[in-house]
């Protein structure tokens, strides 16, 4: 009997009670404005704000519309402006460079390695070319970071972490977003915490928080954030900040709040349906399992291994075999992008070189969502019929 998988790997969990009663008293008293307040009424998002704030251990939280808009706010809060280059990641999703060519800017792309992680030689050799750095811990694999600080600082790079896979994340215990002078999050359904659409940015840097704050469309109601600078940071930059609307509403924060504090929770469990599926591939002949470091804590919310060195067709039969079966993989090695899957040689608004150390990984990347809505034996059954599909096509040579 050949077994098949009928769960749907974008089904995410509901939204907890707890925070569809919040959302609820939100409806009912209709001030869904985040600066739309009761007298001595704290607002569900600067609420959220001081609580991120305090679960990353940053000294100013803003939440926004989206984790993109995070990005870009990040780019132009740290000076970047139009034809500046920005160092990133060749492997990373189309909101990375979309964040840079929206302000004008021009991504220089940096290597990927077998580890999935930015290349770190490749960055040393290209530190000269830009002084920020938007670092994407892309599918949540995080680079040695103590390393990519040392190389950024003495290059004297700033560095902005896009940290939409690494919420819940860490390096040596520090969370991820911490290392570099921002950290952006995207609470988008396929992330971490759901709100449909929403992000967040957390920094230590007084300047830069203030001028997000006021880049998100906060006119000059400054004062009702519970986790922004003081005034005396606003009149700073007040007259030179533009009005770039994006705010975070309260609703969407309503939604927020409970599911933060359920975050290391969630965590547990998605790691423990990670390493099922991990389990289950290692020692499948011609699939390289990605091994994770002991420094990082990562959050398995989605599994990569590598079809190395495979021919094209080859993947793509591994592919067509387990979707037929009810397992949906996606492949970074495609020439088209499809769905989510895309490349650094696909964002055509960009000048690229071709790096072939990189397109030898890319072209043997292959990517599954892990929702918490699978069972562990749904993990297991996934496994199983990856490793027969894999074994398969890799003994028909
Ligand atoms: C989802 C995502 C973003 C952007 O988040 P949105 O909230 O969808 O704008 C940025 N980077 C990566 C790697 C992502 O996957």
Not at 123 to 141: C, N, Q, W
Not at 169 to 177: F, R, Y
Not at 292 to 312: C, H, K, M, N
Request: hydrophobic share 40%; with cysteine; net charge negative.
């Amino acid at each position: 009997m050949t077994e098949t998988f009928s769960g749907s790997f974008t089904q995410q969990e509901p939204i907890p009670d707890e925070a569809i009663e919040a959302a609820l008293a939100v409806l009912r008293h209709g001030r869904l404005h985040r600066y739309n307040l009761a007298r001595g009424e704290q607002g569900e998002t600067a609420l959220l704000e001081q609580e991120f704030a305090a679960q990353t251990g940053a000294r100013y939280c803003l939440a926004v519309a989206s984790g993109g808009y995070a990005l870009a706010t990040a780019l132009r809060a740290v000076g970047v402006g139009p034809g500046d280059a920005v160092l990133t990641n060749a492997f990373t999703l189309a909101p990375v460079p979309g964040a840079i060519a929206s302000v004008g800017a021009r991504p220089v792309f940096v290597g990927v390695t077998e580890s999935l992680t930015i290349d770190l030689d490749d960055l040393e050799a290209k530190a000269g070319m830009a002084r920020v750095l938007m670092l994407s811990h892309m599918r949540g694999h995080l680079c040695d970071m103590d390393r990519l600080m040392q190389i950024c600082d003495d290059a004297g790079i700033t560095v902005i972490e896009d940290c939409a896979h690494t919420m819940g994340a860490a390096w040596n215990g520090v969370s991820s977003g911490r290392q570099g002078a921002v950290g952006c999050y995207s609470c988008q359904t396929y992330k971490h915490v759901n709100s449909g659409e929403g992000g967040l940015l957390v920094t230590d840097d007084e300047e830069i928080a203030a001028r997000a704050v006021m880049m998100s469309g906060s006119y000059m109601l400054y004062e009702r954030h519970l986790a922004a600078p003081g005034p005396e940071v606003f009149e700073r930059i007040k007259y030179h900040t533009p009005n770039i609307s994006g705010r975070m509403d309260n609703l969407r924060a309503a939604i927020l709040r409970p599911q933060l504090r359920a975050l290391d929770a969630q965590v547990a469990r998605w790691n423990e349906r990670y390493q099922r599926i991990e389990a289950g591939l290692r020692g499948t002949p011609g699939l390289t399992v990605i091994e994770r470091p002991e420094a990082e804590t990562y959050v398995g919310s989605s599994i990569q291994f590598l079809l190395l060195d495979w021919a094209a067709d080859k993947v793509q039969e591994v592919l067509r075999r387990c979707i037929a079966r009810g397992v949906e993989l996606k492949w970074f090695g495609t020439p088209e992008p499809v769905g989510f899957t895309s490349r650094y040689d696909s964002w055509r608004y960009a000048e690229s070189a071709p790096m072939p150390a990189s397109d030898r990984v890319l072209a043997g990347i292959v990517d599954m969502r892990v929702p918490l809505t699978f069972s562990l034996e749904d993990c297991d059954l996934i496994a199983r019929i990856i490793r027969a599909e894999v074994g398969a096509v890799w003994q028909n040579g």
